[in-house]
């Protein structure tokens, strides 16, 4: 089962803007580079971040909810640094769900699978680690119904994309879709490894309207055969955790865009030398095959 995702997967998509320098400023950028007579050299040595990454959410679901903690990479491109041996805990007003770290060092805490969110109740999360304590809140808001989504077939190819999946701008919620596609039962795919033959996508509803992104990058299409299985969930998103995303969404999906937005930091719920959110959600789901 797909988890929301992490900061690191919201960064999938995103397009880089491409600087052209006509020859006229390269050739003056070439004399000025060998016209230096003394290398210049800066220290880029990474610098330490204690912070403690926080990502999780509990839902209405009635299964085992996953809290991850782990270190800031202070190195570009380097693997995720567990937290463990932490104390995890989500409350509310009149229970205690202690979690487990499953497998031990892994830095992944999990409830038993028996735990469920109540929707309007408020969920908070404690965490312990080495003395340094980690808090944070959010409300579990009821979801309206997933629309019903839309896409087209190119009549050459056979393959297909989404048309609408929902709008991006919403005044009444704001949601989080998921989308996992798995086409490996279609024939000419079946052999396939699994990254070719399955993808998940993430879309967001917010309640509020930035020209980074009405006017940002063209991302890409993604295209999938008739007969892909689709399994769409929406998650309803607190004020705070839309924030959250959008925070997100304007540092990396939304970034270098024609209207780009000065960057600040990604917000936060957490109190505490934490970054990251906690987050609450209802979730409906659907499934559906794609069809000519």
Known sequence: MTSPPTPLQLERGVKKVKLKLFPFKIYILLVLLVSCEKPAYRDISPVEDNRIVVDGIITNEMKSHKIILSKI????????????????????????????????????????????????????????????????????????????????????????????????????????????????????????????????????????????????PKLETVLFPIGTKVIEKKYSLSPAHAEFIRSILLETQWSGGLFDAPHSNVTTNLKGDAVGFFGASAVVSRDFIITP
């Open 73 to 216: 990479n202070t190195v570009q491109n380097d693997s995720l640094k567990p937290v463990t041996g932490a104390v995890v805990q989500i409350k509310t007003s009149d229970t205690i769900f202690n979690l487990s770290e499953s497998p031990v060092g892994s830095g992944v805490y999990l409830t038993d699978s028996t735990t469920i969110g109540l929707e309007t109740k408020i969920y908070e999360i404690y965490i312990n680690y080495n003395g340094n304590i980690i808090s944070g809140s959010d409300i579990l808001n009821n979801v309206l119904s997933i629309p019903i989504a839309t896409w087209t077939t190119d009549p050459i190819t056979g393959m297909s994309h989404f048309k609408f999946i929902c709008n991006t701008y919403n005044n009444i919620e704001s949601a989080m879709y998921i989308l996992e596609l798995d086409w490996s039962n279609v024939s000419g795919y079946t052999n396939l490894p699994y990254k070719e033959n399955h993808v998940t996508l993430y879309y967001y509803s917010l309640q509020s309207a930035d020209l980074g992104e009405l006017l940002g």
